[in-house]
């Protein structure tokens, strides 16, 4: 073994190492491996020794950058001054060879031809030859290409980007780097997850890829891919659209089946975000990688078992369309021939009877999607790719002298051109196509979003065409992004109209939503507003309540006006007892008349005619006071009704108590030696039934001057109705006032009861007794049904006490007495009183 020392003093020293050091920065651009030649190989250029130091041979090493290995890529190739580089999908099918671990495994192979890809590839030569024929752009310059196809697998993709940008060259001899290199821009990846592989590596070189395709947003970050640009709008975008789309129609229950790439997971990330904001998701799906049957299966029953009726797919065609299913067979199966295996060549058909495929059949005598010219979205923003490109070198060569981008205000030379060069102007390249589309990028490397929304409608033919029947314009005014021809959309239900994709039907108003324990959002019961409670618009999550005096109507959509309930003169209840109060003054009246007319008579005379005139006019008072507790209250009405009713009957008592303490005394006088009605006559009777009555008068002014009762709006006892009634103001005022009747009436009826069986000429107890019992069961039984009445029927109770109890009185004590007057007068004499007392005795 020889031990080499580099001696790195002197002149030799230092330029060896500048010469490494420039060395190793080519082979770093050409992403190619340099390696030194060790003792044993060949060098063409030898080994060159200086002076030995320190007794050591000193040997200089010249490094060589080589490629270490070729991939045996499918592509597409034309020589020119600036070569442009492209991928694109033009097989969809990677089959991966054996691996036996002992000999190099052999390079992979695509199968399954991809139509469109291949269009898409032609798309950029026939481009690129326009360019090269247009006198105004580039002029002086060919453009060349080198596209390559991807497989739509990320290794070779990645392979094809790499053998893009380091070239052919078995090695590299212009170490200095000063020409341009193997592809100065690449148009592709069409997938955005190659694009991000792609992408992470061409930004170190700060190389312009273009993607003509890749629509995932998180392309648009433009710290990760600095130098990535495409012609296709963001992802961003088309779920903006999409989401618009399905917002129009109110779909508020979507189900979502994406790509299990970066495309299909971004997207399903920001198309869930945005769906939660007025719907929810009713499932989500990811295609499987290599098309499982099983896990498709799964994915086909999770949709059948789903409410949802709309259903949003963000997804490659090789991910959506079960390849072992869906996906025919290359060219054989189209022009119904096998391709020939090596050494069977001199055949027209094989064994199985198939025609040889030669590879010179025609393919535009067969309807594909290479020869279907009606869908080049796709291959129209490729066009723009190359265009961009294009623009951004003749704005480069256009650089005027001093007034250049770069360092000390330089312009780049075309024929050194770099690629981060070719990047400043790209970024800013500012062009009109052909057909009148602008075309630019934004600061992300953006182009405009503007969308054709597309509807799949079967030709005359059976086949499936897609019609243009929208646009999503990111740049038109908000809430004008989106324009849809209605009319021209082909719905394939009966009624040929929109179908409805909710978990639950929108709530009416009237009703709230009340969200249904673990189940998302958008599933619901409608639940009826409670009582006095309303929602007034669609899906309310809840009801509101009316103000004081309103209430809701019956639908719970709306807050009317309470009714207002008192007892009123034009409701039957109301006539009725009108009639009665009016009778019963009426029978009052006529009892009194016949009293005046007979006021001579001993009937009318036995027991103090004045205290009977009295009695009946406070009657009547009783009568008609009750007609006060009927009508709309006021504050007049509300102060007399209590204050006439309780003098009225204190009067009325107050007579009846006086006679029977006359009947009680005029017994008493009868007795030898007893004078007593001297002490109790005329006077003292009027003068007593006064001051009964001045009794309840001040217990009414004081009442009334401290807290008189008030017309009052009571909503808490009914919350459907206002109970317009009387507050009686003091409760303490109202008792005394009920007190002082029932203390009368209570002594009266003792009294009465006490004298019953005096002799029948003097006794009008018994039927004061039976007045009272009457009296004191009616009032008795109305504080019970007085409490436990509702609204207008509690005045109603206590018209009847006042009516019942006033009947009562007046039937009692006065039907006797007119029953003698009027139907046997002959009795109506003082002989016949007399005649009655002396047989009872």
């Keep these: 073994m020889s031990l080499h020392v580099i001696d790195l003093r002197g002149e030799a020293a230092r330029e060896l190492m500048e010469r490494r050091e420039t060395e190793q920065r080519g082979c770093d651009e050409a992403a190619m491996s340099c390696g030194a030649l060790t003792p044993g190989e060949h060098s063409p250029q030898g080994l060159q020794s200086s002076t030995p130091s320190f007794g050591l041979t000193v040997t200089e090493i010249v490094p060589t950058c080589r490629l270490r290995e070729e991939f045996n890529l499918y592509g597409l190739y034309k020589e020119g001054d600036i070569i442009l580089g492209g991928i694109f999908e033009i097989h969809f099918i990677t089959v991966y060879p054996e691996l036996s671990f002992t000999a190099k495994p052999e390079p992979l192979s695509c199968e399954r031809f991809h139509f469109t890809g291949f269009l898409d590839a032609q798309t950029m030569a026939f481009a690129i030859e326009e360019i090269n024929r247009d006198p105004a752009l580039l002029p002086n310059i060919t453009l060349g290409y080198r596209l390559y196809d991807n497989c739509e697998n990320l290794a070779v993709g990645l392979r094809a980007a790499t053998a893009l940008i380091s070239g052919e060259d078995d090695s590299v001899t212009d170490y200095s780097c000063r020409g341009t290199p193997p592809v100065l821009a690449i148009v592709g990846d069409p997938g955005s997850t190659n694009s991000i592989a792609v992408s992470r590596i061409l930004g170190l070189f700060r190389v312009p890829m273009v993607s003509y395709y890749a629509t995932c947003s998180c392309l648009s970050n433009r710290k990760e891919f600095p130098s990535f640009f495409r012609t296709i709008p963001s992802d961003t975008f088309q779920v903006k659209a999409m989401v618009q789309i399905i917002r129009h129609y109110g779909w508020t229950w979507v189900g979502v089946v994406v790509s299990n790439d970066d495309y299909g997971l971004y997207a399903l990330k920001t198309f869930t975000e945005e769906v939660n904001r007025f719907g929810c998701i009713a499932f989500s799906e990811i295609l499987p990688r290599n098309n499982n049957t099983s896990e498709i299966l799964k994915i086909i029953r999770t949709i059948k078992e789903s409410s949802a009726k709309v259903i949003a797919v963000f997804s490659t065609g090789a991910y959506l369309i079960p390849l072992t299913e869906e996906i025919v067979q290359f060219w054989e199966t189209m022009f119904d021939c096998k391709f020939q295996d090596e050494g069977n060549n001199h055949n027209k058909s094989n064994s199985e009877g198939n025609n040889i495929c030669t590879g010179s059949e025609d393919i535009e005598s067969k309807k594909t999607a290479y020869s279907d010219v009606s869908e080049l979205r796709a291959s129209y923003n490729v066009y723009k790719a190359v265009y961009a490109l294009a623009h951004s070198l003749h704005n480069l060569m256009s650089c005027e002298p001093g007034k250049g981008p770069f360092q000390n205000n330089s312009c780049a030379d075309i024929t050194t051109v770099q690629p981060w060069q070719l990047l400043h102007y790209l970024a800013r390249v500012n062009f009109t196509t052909h057909y009148g589309d602008r075309v630019s990028f934004d600061e992300n490397g953006d182009a405009l979003a503007i969308y054709d929304v597309m509807n799949w409608q079967r030709a005359d033919d059976g086949s499936v065409k897609t019609v243009t029947i929208g646009l999503y314009d990111e740049s038109a005014p908000a809430g004008q992004e989106l324009t849809l021809n209605e009319d021209k959309i082909f719905w394939n239900?009966?009624?040929?109209?929109?179908?409805?994709?909710?978990?639950?039907?929108?709530?009416?108003?009237?009703?709230?939503?009340?969200?249904?324990?673990?189940?998302?959002?958008?599933?619901?019961?409608?639940?009826?507003?409670?009582?006095?409670?309303?929602?007034?618009?669609?899906?309310?999550?809840?009801?509101?309540?009316?103000?004081?005096?309103?209430?809701?109507?019956?639908?719970?959509?709306?807050?009317?006006?309470?009714?207002?309930?008192?007892?009123?003169?034009?409701?039957?209840?109301?006539?009725?007892?009108?009639?009665?109060?009016?009778?019963?003054?009426?029978?009052?009246?006529?009892?009194?008349?016949?009293?005046?007319?007979?006021?001579?008579?001993?009937?009318?005379?036995?027991?103090?005619?004045?205290?009977?005139?009295?009695?009946?006019?406070?009657?009547?008072?009783?009568?008609?006071?009750?007609?006060?507790?009927?009508?709309?209250?006021?504050?007049?009405?509300?102060?007399?009704?209590?204050?006439?009713?309780?003098?009225?009957?204190?009067?009325?008592?107050?007579?009846?108590?006086?006679?029977?303490?006359?009947?009680?005394?005029?017994?008493?006088?009868?007795?030898?030696?007893?004078?007593?009605?001297?002490?109790?006559?005329?006077?003292?009777?009027?003068?007593?039934?006064?001051?009964?009555?001045?009794?309840?008068?001040?217990?009414?002014?004081?009442?009334?001057?401290?807290?008189?009762?008030?017309?009052?709006?009571?909503?808490?006892?009914?919350?459907?109705?206002?109970?317009?009634?009387?507050?009686?103001?003091?409760?303490?005022?109202?008792?005394?006032?009920?007190?002082?009747?029932?203390?009368?009436?209570?002594?009266?009826?003792?009294?009465?009861?006490?004298?019953?069986?005096?002799?029948?000429?003097?006794?009008?107890?018994?039927?004061?007794?039976?007045?009272m019992l009457i009296f004191c069961a009616v009032w008795i039984a109305f504080i019970p049904a007085y409490v436990s009445s509702p609204g207008k029927y509690s005045d109603a109770v206590e018209i009847f006490a006042i009516l019942a109890s006033s009947f009562g009185l007046l039937f009692a004590i006065?039907?006797?007495?007119?029953?003698?007057?009027?139907?046997?007068?002959?009795k109506n004499t003082k002989k016949a009183l007399m005649g009655r007392a002396a047989t009872k005795t």
């Design 493 to 771: 239900f009966e009624s040929n109209s929109p179908p409805r994709s909710v978990c639950s039907e929108s709530c009416q108003p009237g009703t709230r939503k009340a969200t249904r324990k673990g189940e998302p959002l958008c599933c619901f019961d409608c639940v009826p507003c409670a009582e006095g409670e309303i929602s007034n618009h669609t899906d309310s999550i809840e009801c509101f309540k009316c103000p004081p005096e309103f209430w809701s109507n019956p639908n719970r959509d709306q807050c009317v006006l309470k009714e207002i309930e008192f007892l009123s003169y034009g409701e039957s209840l109301g006539i009725s007892l009108t009639t009665v109060s009016v009778l019963g003054a009426l029978f009052s009246t006529a009892v009194l008349a016949v009293f005046i007319f007979y006021r001579s008579t001993p009937v009318v005379r036995a027991n103090n005619s004045e205290l009977s005139f009295l009695l009946l006019l406070s009657l009547i008072l009783c009568f008609l006071c009750s007609l006060l507790f009927i009508g709309q209250p006021l504050h007049l009405t509300c102060m007399l009704r209590h204050v006439v009713f309780g003098n009225s009957f204190v009067l009325c008592i107050s007579c009846i108590l006086v006679k029977t303490i006359v009947v009680i005394m005029a017994f008493r006088a009868t007795l030898p030696d007893n004078n007593v009605m001297k002490w109790f006559g005329a006077a003292q009777q009027r003068g007593t039934v006064f001051v009964f009555t001045v009794i309840q008068a001040l217990i009414c002014i004081i009442w009334l001057s401290t807290a008189s009762p008030v017309p009052f709006k009571n909503t808490q006892y009914q919350n459907s109705k206002i109970i317009f009634e009387c507050n009686v103001g003091s409760i303490t005022g109202f008792s005394f006032l009920l007190g002082y009747i029932g203390l009368l009436a209570s002594v009266c009826f003792v009294l009465a009861f006490l004298a019953r069986n005096l002799p029948d000429n003097f006794n009008e107890a018994k039927f004061i007794t039976f007045s």
């Design 814 to 826: 006065f039907a006797p007495k007119c029953y003698i007057i009027l139907l046997h007068p002959e």
